[in-house]
């Protein structure tokens, strides 16, 4: 038997109908366990803190799998289990960590020791398959099977975005230059940094029309290129209801990073695609910041199914790549029912959660406020998804005024932050959505978490102008940065509304984190780019001297020395403070040495 729980979720709400055909084929997917996890954790604390030595030092896919990956042996276990019950092994994933398989039903009842059935959903009026016992595998193999996805189809994930209103024309919904502007982007723009060299990604269920695209960049003159497709598992098929979503992120993400190159990773609608895609997008490693906004509410998933997405997820952090997940569109009950829940994988601690706001511009199109999205008058409610889950643990990071609160019971807490989500105030995107095509305004959480990943695009080109890390894990920066006083203020704290339950508070709070970003200002703090007012040398010796300076705000900061412009050496100077001074020792006498 398995460590984590792989039978088929909500079987409460349905009736068996009868034994599956044991000639239908089915593909399925065994998902290892990560070697070495608590140095793993440690590595990711150390690379993901700005404060560490080891801050941005991220490891390439190739030295992931060395280090973490599951051994050979391990995946030829596996591979002979499934070949001996009458599977047909089909892939490896380069990382070792899935193997993928079809076959009959009877093989696959033979090698996990299930039953899978056909079953019907009461509630969804729609018929599944699923096993409603645990799986089970030789004991020498279950100990390092973290899952296996593909015994049952009860609970696809579904896209997070609200449904359109229609705009009146071009002009409906929030355009580009105003959403630059509002989110105070638009210095960044005027500075040159638009997402050039950074590559962005997009986990999706299902396809666009580059026509569409063309559209929209063309009414709004971005120039942006057209993104790159990679199919996984044959990808997604034909057009279908997804397909607003998809374009619906491509534009979103212009309209913040119009330069940046985007990579659109689809692949079927199954627990095998999901993984599979997710899994591409990290052995990839071809984009460092990544938005997802397809999801579906913990107790319609597995306790397995989260763990293989955690530790995908792992392997990103270990890298430095950022993923960014919508927090859902039913407030605090995300399966849209009475139950208090959240979405995954908005609730993996490795990824960052994006809740929603109403936002409101003054005429000039400059910031005015926000306030948390709810509306109680749709079927079902809707508002900025955000609780407390139900399978994580609150992380270590996860500190900071307004997170501990009378709520607060142990568990990972979101969102970790929030943008414009309500329809009310959406995006003017131009999609196709029920056979229509045609200019729109869509809300959702599935245009924030893009939002904040083409951010993260531009953000790393203006930390990249300073020699300095990708953003990479985002959540312990993130939070860092809200619980210390910054140079700039770095979020706008979102104080008025509720998502349906938890109501909002100053700093972090459950409908909207720490907010939504002022991307100059954050960009700034994050990048600790100061002015210097002065910088002078004092009590030089054969051996030693001290270095003072003066910053054009309070921050920590440090000097780069050495006997060339390629420096070499570095101190750092922890006290937050406008004047600094630190002695460099261990110098070469009658040498002259450059410092910054």
């Known amino acids: 038997k398995l460590a984590r729980s792989d039978g088929t979720p909500g079987l409460?709400?349905?009736?068996?109908?009868?034994?599956?055909?044991?000639?239908?084929?089915?593909?399925?997917?065994?998902?290892?366990?990560?070697?070495?996890?608590?140095?793993?954790?440690?590595?990711?604390?150390q690379v993901s803190d700005r404060k560490s030595p080891n801050y941005g030092h991220y490891l390439t896919p190739g030295q992931f799998a060395a280090s973490y990956g599951p051994t050979q042996t391990q995946v030829q276990q596996v591979v002979d289990h499934l070949r001996t019950s009458g599977l047909t092994v089909g892939s490896v994933s380069s990382n070792r960590t899935i193997v993928d398989a079809t076959g009959p039903v009877s093989a696959v009842e033979t090698a996990f020791g299930v039953t899978i059935s056909d079953w019907h959903d009461r509630d969804q009026n729609r018929d599944f398959f699923g096993n409603d016992t645990?799986?089970?595998?030789?004991?020498?193999?279950?100990?390092?099977?973290?899952?296996?996805?593909?015994?049952?189809n009860h609970y696809p994930l579904h896209r997070l975005g609200q449904a359109p209103r229609v705009g009146g024309g071009p002009a409906g919904g929030y355009t580009p230059n105003e959403l630059?502007?509002?989110?105070?982007?638009?210095?960044?723009?005027?500075?040159?940094?638009?997402?050039?060299?950074?590559?962005?990604?997009?986990?999706?269920?299902?396809?666009?029309?580059?026509?569409?695209?063309?559209?929209?960049?063309?009414?709004?003159?971005?120039?942006?290129?057209?993104?790159?497709?990679?199919?996984?598992?044959?990808?997604?098929?034909?057009?279908?209801?997804?397909?607003?979503?998809?374009?619906?992120?491509?534009?979103?993400?212009?309209?913040?990073?119009?330069?940046?190159?985007?990579?659109?990773?689809?692949?079927?609608?199954?627990?095998?695609?999901?993984?599979?895609?997710?899994?591409?997008?990290?052995?990839?490693?071809?984009?460092?910041?990544?938005?997802?906004?397809?999801?579906?509410?913990?107790?319609?998933?597995?306790?397995?199914e989260m763990t293989t997405l955690d530790n995908i997820f792992k392997q990103a952090a270990s890298q430095g790549q950022s993923f960014f997940a919508a927090s859902g569109d039913n407030g605090a009950y995300d399966c849209g029912d009475s139950r208090l829940t959240v979405d995954s994988p908005a609730n993996d601690p490795y990824v960052t959660a994006t809740?929603?706001?109403?936002?409101?511009?003054n005429a000039d199109a400059s910031y005015k406020s926000e306030s948390a999205w709810s509306n109680p008058n749709t079927v079902p409610a809707s508002g900025s998804g955000g609780g407390l889950s139900g399978y994580f643990a609150r992380p270590t990071w996860q500190t900071g005024p307004g997170v501990a609160n009378?709520?607060?019971?142990?568990?990972?807490?979101?969102?970790?932050?929030?943008?414009?989500?309500?329809p009310q105030t959406g995006y003017s995107v131009y999609v196709t959505y029920n056979k229509s095509t045609g200019w729109n305004v869509v809300g959702g959480t599935s245009a924030a978490a893009p939002a904040w990943a083409a951010f993260t695009g531009v953000y790393n080109q203006y930390a990249a102008a300073f020699s300095k890390p990708n953003l990479g894990y985002a959540n312990p920066t993130l939070y860092s940065t809200g619980s210390n006083a910054q140079a700039y203020p770095p979020y706008h704290d979102v104080t008025t509304?509720?998502?349906?339950?938890?109501?909002?508070?100053a700093n972090w709070d459950y409908p909207t984190g720490w907010g939504s970003f002022d991307a100059n200002n954050l960009a700034r703090d994050l990048a600790g780019t100061l002015a210097l007012t002065s910088v002078q040398a004092s009590n030089i010796t054969s051996t030693s001297a001290v270095i003072t300076w003066q910053t054009d705000h309070p921050a920590t900061s440090q000097v780069?020395?050495?006997?060339?412009?390629?420096?070499?050496?570095?101190?750092?100077?922890?006290?937050n403070s406008t004047i600094h001074s630190l002695t460099v020792s261990g110098l070469t006498n009658n040498t002259t040495y450059h410092y910054r």
């Open 497 to 505: 509304g509720d998502n349906l339950f938890y109501p909002t508070t």
């Open 560 to 575: 780069d020395f050495g006997a060339t412009t390629s420096y070499g050496s570095r101190v750092n100077d922890t006290t």
């Open 134 to 152: 645990e799986p089970t595998l030789p004991m020498a193999v279950a100990s390092y099977v973290v899952g296996v996805a593909g015994l049952n």
């Open 180 to 304: 630059k502007t509002s989110y105070d982007v638009t210095p960044l723009a005027s500075a040159g940094y638009n997402g050039t060299g950074q590559g962005l990604g997009l986990f999706e269920l299902d396809g666009f029309r580059q026509t569409n695209i063309t559209t929209y960049d063309t009414q709004y003159g971005l120039g942006s290129s057209a993104p790159a497709t990679v199919l996984i598992d044959g990808g997604p098929g034909r057009l279908g209801n997804g397909e607003i979503e998809v374009e619906l992120d491509i534009e979103v993400m212009h309209a913040i990073a119009p330069a940046s190159p985007i990579t659109v990773w689809e692949g079927p609608n199954t627990d095998t695609g999901v993984n599979d895609t997710y899994n591409a997008i990290v052995t990839s490693n071809t984009t460092k910041s990544n938005s997802t906004s397809w999801g579906i509410c913990e107790p319609n998933t597995t306790g397995a």
């Open 355 to 361: 809740g929603g706001t109403n936002l409101a511009l």
């Open 12 to 45: 409460q709400h349905a009736d068996k109908l009868r034994r599956a055909d044991p000639h239908r084929q089915l593909t399925v997917g065994v998902n290892l366990a990560l070697r070495n996890e608590a140095q793993l954790e440690a590595f990711i604390a």
């Open 406 to 422: 009378t709520y607060s019971n142990g568990k990972r807490q979101l969102p970790d932050v929030a943008l414009d989500a309500d």
